[in-house]
């Protein structure tokens, strides 16, 4: 049977994975992979001129310092939206560009296992909406791969961390901080079945965030220095943007690091050139804001479980902010125990994702994988009010009926306005679509 690969598509990285001798491996990227691990970064480029060439992954992130309006990344924030990038004069959709980065994944896995790989389990955060959710199905197809499943990124982690510890009962919870997402999902795990309980999330926050209050620090400390704002200058912002990824990275593992970067602009009097000190209580200081806005996802996700934080057994931590202590500290402070240790934080996605596939292949048995609905589905009724049909944390597959009777008497036609979300009227829900209900015989409403 053709192989189907795991795909974690991150807003910063991506990785992908198969299952070989009954365990998920993570497919080597053929151009280089990201600081400290096995994925590679989630970026496309157009190189300038009249034979543009496209880049993707590690040699576009490279170049991205002298073509900064030709490279893209983090388009992951957009997906499900009708925004366009438009890049030396050329229109893009997030589908388009995610696509990119999907045929290279498709190339080096084929590469990797000497064979045509046509299917793939790809992953999404698990507050995506369902226009989220499309539109990576969508760039799946426009990659030639068929999508044959869509998972939650936190339910993919548990499958990687629970494919060898079938005797087990816990209580896991996943917190899942990536690039761009922030996940937090509770689940029960026991006898090879897999049942997420409840999850919450915002699919606004995440390290992308981190490096941008960083960015505007080192900036605006520049700025008072030399009296030059280099937030106008895209080349000098994107020296900028990778110096402040990396000062991040490093104060994981030091306390201190330092920041330096000639020639990063000039003025009448010559060229000016960045350096300063920056310590991990800095840092800690920027992106506390940050890291409070994870607080109301974990007492969220605790609260629609039902539980008390002493109830949980196991944290599993995934995404790269969750590699720094603060974020670490964050969380065992706000469950009580200590993080489990031994899980590759930015491949367990990925694996997750291969033994998803290997469990629709039936390469896997023995693994039941019951999954939620993120947030409420319903319809628009009468004032525009939105009226639920399935609530959120409700298990998948589900179905739900309830009779509805029309507005005005006779009326021969209603249009039903699907919606999703938690907000009380329908305008400020996320809007999935309508259908036309026609030909109801005459009756009084």
Do not use: W
């Amino acid at each position: 049977m053709a192989r189907i690969i795991g795909i974690d598509l991150g807003t910063s990285n991506s990785a992908a994975a198969v299952m070989e001798g009954g365990k998920p491996t993570i497919i080597p990227s053929a151009e280089g992979t990201t600081l400290g691990g096995k994925a590679f970064p989630s970026y496309v480029a157009f190189t300038k001129g009249a034979d543009s060439q496209l880049l993707v992954g590690e040699p576009a992130r490279r170049q991205a310092v002298s073509n900064p309006q030709g490279t893209l990344s983090a388009f992951k924030r957009k997906m499900g939206t009708d925004f366009k990038y438009n890049v030396h004069g050329k229109e893009y959709t997030p589908q388009q560009l995610s696509a990119f980065i999907l045929q290279k994944v498709k190339r080096d896995a084929e590469a990797y296992l000497g064979d045509k790989v046509e299917k793939a389990v790809i992953t999404v955060p698990a507050y995506f909406n369902d226009n989220q959710r499309q539109a990576t199905k969508d760039a799946g197809q426009i990659a030639g791969l068929e999508v044959v499943r869509i998972i939650n990124e936190p339910t993919a982690a548990c499958l990687a961390y629970g494919i060898d510890k079938k005797g087990h009962d816990e209580k896991i919870m996943v917190f899942d901080l990536g690039g761009g997402t922030l996940d937090v999902t509770v689940m029960d795990f026991g006898g090879g079945v897999f049942q997420v309980v409840s999850t919450s999330g915002d699919t606004q926050l995440g390290g992308t965030d981190m490096d941008k209050a960083l960015i505007d620090h080192i900036a605006a400390e520049f700025k008072n220095e030399s009296g030059i704002d280099v937030r106008n200058d895209p080349m000098a912002m994107q020296r900028l943007r990778e110096a402040a990824e990396k000062a991040k990275i490093e104060l994981s593992t030091t306390v201190e690091t330092d920041i330096n970067l000639p020639f990063i602009t000039a003025d009448a009097s010559g060229p000016k050139h960045l350096t300063m000190k920056l310590s991990r209580s800095k840092l800690e200081q920027l992106i506390r804001p940050i890291i409070d806005r994870c607080k109301h996802p974990v007492e969220q996700a605790l609260a629609d479980a039902k539980m008390k934080p002493d109830q949980i057994t196991k944290i599993i931590l995934v995404g790269g902010p969750t590699r720094m202590p603060m974020v670490q500290k964050f969380v065992e402070d706000m469950v009580g125990r200590k993080v489990e240790r031994g899980i590759d934080p930015m491949e367990c996605v990925a694996m997750g994702a291969a033994v998803q596939a290997a469990v629709l292949t039936g390469e896997v048995k023995d693994v039941l994988l019951l999954d939620v609905t993120p947030l409420s589905l319903g319809i628009e009724t009468l004032g525009g009010v939105f009226t639920k049909l399935i609530e959120r944390n409700t298990t998948i597959p589900v179905r739900k009926s309830q009779v509805f009777s029309t507005a005005a008497d006779n009326q021969p036609a209603v249009t039903v306005h699907i919606v999703q979300g938690e907000r009380p009227l329908a305008k400020d829900n996320v809007s999935l679509g309508n259908f036309d209900l026609t030909g109801i015989p005459p009756a009084p409403r």
